[in-house]
């Protein structure tokens, strides 16, 4: 008799603690009469992202029909939380990320087609860039909204340069301009050098990527099929990133943080995106942006694009709620733009509040660059060949060169099976 | 019955949220299944993809290197810890609370601490190496170094336990073994070799396997670190398991790594085992 007393309070434990489980999965929205609250979620925890989040607290304040709720979580985690969140049923409204790997979200079949919605909200598609605009689409639909687009490009130390006896006022354009800077900005006792080229960080191939293009050079095939790396175009481009460490000896070896060596004068020049901008500004820095020299026959530049997508609720309110958060924030890109983001709004790019603002004189030179701009490429297996912050055959290789343990021309034949073979799977 | 109920607490969160995880990903590991839609059933063809992958043998060599790395430090120094503040000595309670605290600190900390100070440009380990006139070491983006560096700060990190563990052990050997030994003629080290070593019987049996198990399956660390870099030098099987898992969306690959992740711990292990006459 006294054990089965006890083994109903082992019971009622276990039911009791149940629901609790149970119920904590079940999102609390109320079906009262007020805003349509949606969620968003982004990636951005650095400066910029609180400027994202506070364009949200103005909206909110400034109309009654929807709430934004936002939620910040650094990218090594946003995505594994974005899938797992659609997969029980309860997905953001919105997200914004970057654009290359809308392609793998669009094949796990979460995100909605926003041809119809856009043009309800008013947005006008044609006022972001070509590339922006193309990567956007897939399988003949639309499927996020530019935000802005990210070029890297040159930023240097004025302070250092008039030091070496160079004119600020005229920063390198070509490869023999930008030797010679890099030459005279480095100090032979190793206490400075000219240029940080990413090496062992996380940015890997951003700049090498530009000076494939300059060189008409390859990487992946147009159709995203075939890795095409190991040709002898992109080789010279990886042999230069090489060379300015091992035989112009004015970047240093085993670079790990770039970013770090430009803000404590170790460096003086740096290829590096604008969300440094206000950074650098921050730290006291006295610095300018221009954009990047062209080494070999043609411009070109890396670039990447924050935009936005949503997920499918099956809510037609909330993604119209949504849509509607969206046109604001493009309305008001201007605000984005001084957290150290170029607008992808035309509109917003060619106003006169925008180009008289502080930080117009710094975000010029990566505009510049848009035409020229190549972005990563869009394809399903974007993140598992692009992604920076773990050993893919990108990343394993292009250390290796760096770091003087492979040949150019043998870490591409690497890197193409390698990649190949993710493109195969 | 009183007793499994104050278990229950215990054994409802290791049931829902270990055991059965686990279990469910050795059925994982034969699929095919990215967590969104149903998985589709694959048979070995996971475990076939991993194993011809070279990224996965890199990996699992940096693995047993960083556990040869760590685990005799871990223990002979844990050990030796242990021994030195079992001593009389003045502040001996500050000194083990020095070396235990380390364990306190989570992983992350840990790896932001070591980044810092093996920094290449501004780190104090390289200051102090110039100042005896070594020569200044790349140490995390270095192609040789990279690996012993993080068996270093890992070391740090989980000394202290070990070092804790042996202390318990050392209060159970009886005084009276020791002047026996001392009466026979037997200097400090063959009272350390003889008594103490062999006294230790059941915290080796604990301590050793623990260590392994702990460096197979070392993760947080070396990803603050390194990232697994440079160029795959310190890439290790449970950054693979991640990387596939959980930046590629490959759950029955990761699944596959991680059922042989646990079968060579197994391995090893039951070998260590056998050879305390435990098992």
Known sequence: MKLSVRSRILWLCVLLTFPAFLVSGVPTRSAAAGPVVISYWHGLTGPDGKYLTSMAEQFNKEQGGVHVNVSVYPWDVFFDKWVAAAAAGNPPDLVTYHINEMPQYQEKGILVPLDDLVKEAGIDMNAFPAVAFQAAHRQGKLWGVPLDIHPIALYYNVALVQAAGLDPNKPPTNRAEFLLWAKKLTKPDGSQYGVAMPGTNVDTFRVWWGWIYQNGGRFISDDGKTAVMDNPKTAEALQFAADLISKYKVAPPGESDPDADFKSQKVAMEFQGPWWITGYLDAGLNFRTAPQPVIFSQPGVWASDHFFSLSETNDAKRKMAAITFVKWVEDHALLWSQAGQVPANEHVRSSEAYQKSKLYPYLRGFQAEIPYAHLTPSIVQSTEIFAENVQTPLVVNYQAVMLNKKSASQALKDMQKGIQSVLNR | ?279
């Open chain 2, 1 to 279: 019955m009183t007793a499994y109920l104050f278990l229950a607490p215990y054994l409802l969160v290791f049931l829902l949220f270990l055991l059965l995880p686990a279990l469910a990903s050795v059925g994982v590991s034969f699929t095919r299944w990215g967590i969104l839609g149903t998985p589709r059933w694959l048979g070995v063809q996971n475990y076939r993809t991993i194993l011809t992958d070279a990224m996965f043998w890199k990996a699992f060599r940096n693995t047993l290197y960083f556990t040869l790395l760590t685990v005799p430090p871990l223990v002979a120094g844990g050990l030796g810890l242990a021994v030195l503040f079992n001593q009389p000595l003045r502040g001996r309670v500050l000194a083990r609370t020095v070396v235990f605290v380390p364990y306190a600190i989570m992983v992350t900390v840990v790896g932001m601490l070591w980044s810092w100070m093996f920094n290449s440009n501004f780190g104090f380990v390289n200051f102090y190496m110039q100042a005896v006139g070594l020569p200044k070491v790349a140490w995390l983006t270095d192609a040789v170094w990279a690996m012993p560096a993080v068996a270093i700060s890992t070391v740090w990190w989980q000394i202290g336990t070990n070092m804790v563990i042996y202390l318990a052990g050392l209060q159970e050997i009886p005084a009276e073994l020791y002047e026996a030994a001392r009466v026979d003629g037997s200097g400090i080290w063959k009272s350390f070799l003889y008594v103490t070593v062999p006294g230790l019987y059941l915290m080796h049996v604990f301590v050793i396997p623990l260590s392994v198990i702990a460096s197979l399956r070392a993760f947080g660390q070396i990803l603050v670190m390194t990232h697994g870099g440079p160029f795959g030098q310190t890439y290790t099987l449970v950054q693979h398991l991640y990387a596939t898992g959980w930046v590629n969306f490959r759950m029955g690959e990761a699944s596959a790594v991680g059922v042989v992740l646990l079968l060579v711990t197994l391995l090893l292990t039951v070998v260590q085992l056998r050879y305390f006459r435990a098992i």
